[in-house]
């Protein structure tokens, strides 16, 4: 394919790594609306500035850069406009060398991230941003309860919550993600496939339930959420990858929950949360594959036993 050009307010970027999601798994699968093809995938993307567009004075050429993966959220932060999208579906993405973005898009890497690192952080760190912060409004006060640790999102939320001195419950099948999730700070940790009832010792270990938990998975899980949630807590839901869940009504309306959707984040999710990892926060990176092999990559996002992100090394 040709190189692209940036155009009037774009900026070209050179590329140096991406990062996948369980988006661009689900694309190649055909399981995510409005497929248009031929399209280059990737959300997330890290490198220089190549060429700046009409009207476009800064960041100077060569200046390294990272990209706002949401494109033209709108003037309202409670919720995208019609229109937007996420960069990599219908607009061409970041598994390649050169992408054009908005200008808008594009923000300098802090000095203390390297190129790997940044390319890590955008689609997941700033929905994993809005959802708790944002949307469920997390303090230090807090116990928060994350299901399915390991996971890009969830990471970044573990991650985040520890960094605001929140109190994590977490759980997974696995014991490796969990000692994981420990080293990262999780202060409890649960195996969900070898405890008798996982609900029973996310209630023990928070005194009664959590005042605030973050689901991805839907179903059967979102709605243990909604059990275990500690009166006037607040249950944020960002995915479905389970599906549907049936609820019980009795637990929103006698325990007085704050139910609360989320997805992406506005520019100004993605500006505060680039601005925590410039003050010392790592993300979780689980590989690093060549993009020659980004199809290996892949099946690794689609198996789901890797711990944070995976990235490509384009250049």
């Known amino acids: 394919m040709p190189d692209p050009t940036p155009g009037a307010h774009e900026i070209l970027i050179k590329l140096t790594h991406a990062a996948l999601n369980r988006r661009d798994v689900f694309i190649t699968q055909g399981l995510y609306p409005g497929i248009v093809l031929p399209c280059i995938l990737g959300a997330d993307g890290a490198g220089t500035v190549a060429q700046l567009g009409e009207h476009i004075r800064e960041p100077a050429v060569g200046t390294r850069v ?5 494109i033209g959220w709108g003037t309202d932060s409670r919720v995208w406009a019609k229109g937007s999208h996420v960069l990599g579906m219908p607009g061409d993405g970041t598994f390649a060398e050169y992408v054009v973005v908005p200008a808008v898009n594009v923000h300098e890497i802090p000095a203390a991230l390297g190129d790997a690192d940044a390319a890590a952080i955008p689609l997941a760190g700033t929905t994993a941003y809005r959802a708790l912060v944002t949307r469920g409004r997390c303090t230090a006060d807090d116990i928060v309860f994350l299901p399915g640790v390991g ?3 969830q990471t970044f939320a573990l991650l985040l919550a520890h960094h605001l001195g929140a109190r994590t419950i977490v759980t997974s099948s696995s014991d490796e993600k969990l000692e994981r999730a420990r080293a990262l700070g999780a202060d409890v940790t649960i195996n969900y496939r070898t405890s008798s009832s996982w609900q ?3 209630r023990a270990a928070s005194d009664g339930g ?11 899980t979102f709605a243990s959420c909604l059990d275990i949630a500690r009166p006037a807590g ?4 960002y995915g479905g ?3 549907d869940a049936t609820i019980r009504p009795f637990s929103l309306f006698w325990k007085q929950l704050d139910v609360l959707g989320s997805s992406m984040g506005s520019p100004a999710d993605f500006r505060a949360m680039l601005a925590l990892f410039a003050g010392g926060l790592r993300p979780a990176i689980d590989r690093v594959f060549p993009l020659d092999e980004i199809a290996a990559a892949a099946r690794l996002v689609d198996a789901g036993t890797q711990f944070g992100k ?3 090394a384009i250049a």
């Open 66 to 70: 990272v990209i706002d993966p949401m």
């Open 151 to 153: 996971s890009g999102v």
């Open 200 to 202: 029973k010792e996310v």
């Open 210 to 220: 959590p005042t605030l938990a973050i689901d991805s998975v839907g179903g059967a």
């Open 234 to 237: 607040r249950v944020v839901s």
């Open 241 to 243: 990858t389970n599906g």
């Open 310 to 312: 995976v990235v490509l």
